[in-house]
């Protein structure tokens, strides 16, 4: 063979065996790490649910316990009272730098998926903005049993355990407010006056939603002239709310309460004979009906009606005329604003 061959031949596969082809691998990135902590009730999400959906969008993610390598999450999502849910993250580095997201959705479901969302695409750029949908379920029919060559009995299995209801949220809450009111029963005529009020309440998803509102009232009416002379009358007053249901419809509430007013009612006689005045104790027991909301997050507009027995019915008279007599019923009307917490 000639010998420039033999050498071509050689130079081919030293070329061959080096690799001198031009191709190259794809090398796949590593994982991203990260240790997760998750706050929240049960009812409204869990760390197993938020890892499910952040695994759903990538799979490069891996979770790892505190203190390796990565960086600390912390998520929280909660209930809020107008059907709603906030999530917030927290994301502290390794070097001790922090930065925080802040997210608001209609329920805690939805409020977990944009966390999870957030998470995916911090640590895996490359993540999918929606969650893969999981695996199709083949079910395999079971193999044909042999037929039995005699009766045999079947026990029925135990019936499985019912789950236990769902558990209903509720919020704590605190407000102060003030209020117009006017008053129908211990004057012979409408008497204005205010009310300072204070309430605690503990809002819940169902129809039974407790709370106690306690007002001091301060109202007068002066100057009503009657037959034999001039009279005037104040009344101060403690007012409780005893509530015991609430209907909502966002941002409207309504309330239904037990009521109760005692306190003291002065009266004065001018322009007589015989000028005097006298103190005596008031008190009515009845039920009361309170609508409040708005589309603020802490400051709120309630109106109240309430109407009650008279427990004390005095006569008031510039004598002979008896001009005016405590009615069956007191009633009552306000308008006011609040601010609650939280």
């Known amino acids: 063979m000639h010998p420039a061959r033999v050498s071509s031949i050689f130079?081919?596969?030293?070329?061959?065996?080096?690799?001198?082809?031009?191709?190259?691998?794809?090398?796949?990135?590593?994982?991203?790490?990260?240790?997760?902590?998750?706050?929240?009730?049960?009812?409204?999400?869990?760390?197993?649910?938020?890892?499910?959906?952040?695994?759903?969008?990538?799979?490069?993610?891996?979770?790892?316990?505190?203190?390796?390598?990565?960086?600390?999450?912390?998520?929280?999502?909660?209930?809020?009272?107008?059907?709603?849910?906030?999530?917030?993250?927290?994301?502290?580095?390794?070097?001790?730098r922090s930065s925080s997201r802040r997210v608001t959705a209609p329920s805690c479901a939805e409020a977990t998926d944009a966390l999870a969302l957030i998470i995916a695409l911090m640590l895996d750029p490359s993540a999918t903005t929606t969650p893969s949908p999981p695996p199709p379920v083949v079910v395999t029919p079971p193999p044909p049993s042999p037929r039995p060559s005699q009766p045999t009995t079947q026990v029925a299995p135990p019936p499985s355990p019912q789950p236990p209801p769902p558990r209903v949220a509720s919020v704590r809450r605190f407000g102060v407010g003030a209020a117009g009111e006017v008053l129908f029963g211990p004057s012979p005529d409408l008497m204005p006056g205010i009310a300072l009020s204070g309430q605690a309440a503990l809002d819940r998803d169902a129809l039974w939603s407790p709370a106690l509102i306690l007002a001091w009232v301060h109202a007068s009416d002066s100057g009503l002239t009657e037959t034999g002379g001039t009279a005037g009358f104040t009344l101060d007053a403690g007012s409780l709310d005893a509530c015991a249901l609430r209907v909502q419809k966002t941002p409207v509430e309504v309330r239904a309460c037990a009521n109760a007013l005692v306190g003291r009612l002065a009266a004065s006689g001018s322009q007589t004979y015989s000028p005097s005045s006298a103190a005596r104790p008031y008190a009515a027991v009845g039920g009361a009906v309170l609508v409040s909301g708005g589309p603020w997050h802490l400051l709120e507009l309630s109106g109240r009606f309430a109407a009650g027995a008279s427990l004390i019915r005095d006569s008031f008279e510039f004598l002979p005329n008896i001009f005016h007599h405590t009615p069956a019923m007191t009633l009552s009307g306000s308008l006011g604003v609040g601010i609650r917490f939280p």
């Open 11 to 96: 130079c081919a596969l030293a070329l061959l065996l080096t690799g001198a082809t031009g191709v190259t691998a794809e090398v796949e990135p590593a994982p991203a790490t990260a240790h997760i902590e998750v706050q929240a009730l049960p009812e409204c999400t869990t760390r197993e649910e938020l890892l499910a959906r952040i695994t759903a969008r990538s799979h490069r993610i891996q979770f790892t316990e505190e203190g390796n390598a990565g960086p600390t999450l912390r998520a929280s999502v909660a209930a809020t009272p107008r059907h709603g849910a906030i999530g917030e993250l927290v994301i502290v580095q390794p070097d001790g």
